[in-house]
Structures are given as structure tokens and as C-alpha cells.
T-cell receptor, first 113, second 112 residues
Framework: DTAVSQTPKYLVTQMGNDKSIKCEQN?????MYWYKQDSKKFLKIMFS???????INETVPNRFSPKSPDKAHLNLHINSLELGDSAVYFC????????????FGPGTRLTVT | DAKTTQPPSMDCAEGRAANLPCNHS???????VYWYRQIHSQGPQYIIH???NNETNEMASLIITEDRKSSTLILPHATLRDTAVYYC?????????????FGQGTTLQVKP
């Protein structure tokens, strides 16, 4: 069974559109994260949520709005997409906040044209 | 900003041990060394972590020098499937954010 899953795997859309990426973990973890990996392969944290509460917001534009309906889900909604948003987005989870053994999903490759 | 230094790339022959070095000369007393890897087009995968003692699990061994300023990840019998980017990360074990800072890592190419 997949531990951390993301949908969709690929997302191609035009500038100005609004899109969402969904993430689910079946590990019973309290904490979930969103990371962005750009074209140069740098992997950088965007958000972390613990028990549905926002913990980290790494100076991400407010066009990005994470939503955690429950501990097992952390979705990422992006408004007014820009070319620079093109990247691979990874969801991750850990048993508790600040436990650095994190489990990553397969990633969502977002292409904005 | 990453607090570690790794060689950008390394090669290893299949079946041989792969030894991946990491320099973390500014590591603090309570910071652990974590290793992750990212196989092409997949999400990062946790490998191992340690504080000061050597650690071993089913994937790898971690050797940390006595002064804790450097460490080596050892894959004892590398296979082609171990070809990946390997990231060395230092972080306090229980920070209040869970933030992992990934550097550029080492691209390990395992060759037949």
C-alpha cells in the first residue's frame, strides 16, 4: 500500500489558472509537509502542518494556500499560476512534528505554459 | 542554507562499497546527521541518521568521526538501483518546525 500518495502525478496548465494538488498519507502521522523542487533540482520546504495546524510558511507567495481537512490530508491550492511555479511538488509526512525521518510522496510535476 | 558540503558526483562499480563523504564542520552538539537519497523522478527516501555513534540498518552504515565534523555513508554492496542523488543534512532531532534543509547532494552513479 502506498504510504504517501499525491494526485495528479502530472499537471499541465496555462498561466492565470487555479489548480490543486492533493496529498494523502496512510501512516497515521501527525505532521505533513509540502516541498518544491525547481528545475535546478533544489528541494525546498514550503509548508508544514501539524495536526491540521500551520507550522511553517517559508515565505511562499500567498497565491499558494495549503489546506488540511484532517491529519491524513494536506492539499495545495495555487491561484493565478505563473510560469515560475513550474516545478515538482512533493508532499511528505512524519510521525510527529520535528521528527526528521520524513516519508515523501512520488511528486507532482506542474508545468505552467 | 545547507550546513553540509558534499562532492557533486561520484562513481562506484556495481557490487563494491560506495563511500559517500559529508563535511559538517559547524555542526552543533545537539544536531544529528541525516541521510536521504532521491532516485530519478521519485520522492526523497530516508536512509539513516546518527548523532555520534556509528549506525547501521538494512540499507546502509553511517560512520561519524569522533569530532563530528564529517561523516561517511556506506552502501556495502552497491547495485545499479542505488544510482541516485544522496543528501547529507544536519538538523536538531526535535526542532520546533521539522524543517529539513537539502543541499545539492552527491550524484552517485553505480556502473556495471
Amino acid at each position: 500500500d502506498t504510504a504517501v500518495s499525491q494526485t495528479p502525478k502530472y499537471l499541465v496548465t496555462q498561466m492565470g489558472n487555479d489548480k490543486s494538488i492533493k496529498c494523502e498519507q496512510n501512516l497515521g502521522h501527525d505532521t505533513m509537509y509540502w516541498y518544491k523542487q525547481d528545475s535546478k533540482k533544489f528541494l525546498k520546504i514550503m509548508f508544514s502542518y501539524n495536526n491540521k495546524e500551520l507550522i511553517i510558511n517559508e515565505t511562499v507567495p500567498n497565491r499558494f494556500s495549503p489546506k488540511s481537512p484532517d491529519k491524513a490530508h494536506l492539499n495545495l491550492h495555487i491561484n493565478s499560476l505563473e510560469l515560475g511555479d513550474s516545478a515538482v511538488y512533493f508532499c511528505a509526512s512524519s510521525l510527529r512534528l520535528a521528527m526528521n525521518e520524513q516519508y515523501f510522496g512520488p511528486g507532482t510535476r506542474l508545468t505552467v505554459t | 542554507d545547507a550546513k553540509t558540503t558534499q562532492p557533486p558526483s561520484m562513481d562506484c562499480a556495481e557490487g563494491r562499497a560506495a563511500n559517500l563523504p559529508c563535511n559538517h564542520s559547524t555542526i552543533s552538539g545537539n544536531e544529528y546527521v541525516y541521510w536521504y537519497r532521491q532516485i530519478h523522478s521519485q520522492g526523497p527516501q530516508y536512509i539513516i541518521h546518527g548523532l555520534k555513534n556509528n549506525e547501521t540498518n538494512e540499507m546502509a552504515s553511517l560512520i561519524i568521526t569522533e569530532d563530528r565534523k564529517s561523516s561517511t555513508l556506506i552502501l556495502p554492496h552497491a547495485t545499479l538501483r542505488d544510482t541516485a542523488v544522496y543528501y547529507c543534512i544536519v538538523s536538531p532531532p526535535y526542532s520546533n518546525t521539522g524543517k529539513l534543509i537539502f543541499g545539492q547532494g552527491t550524484t552517485l552513479q553505480v556502473k556495471p
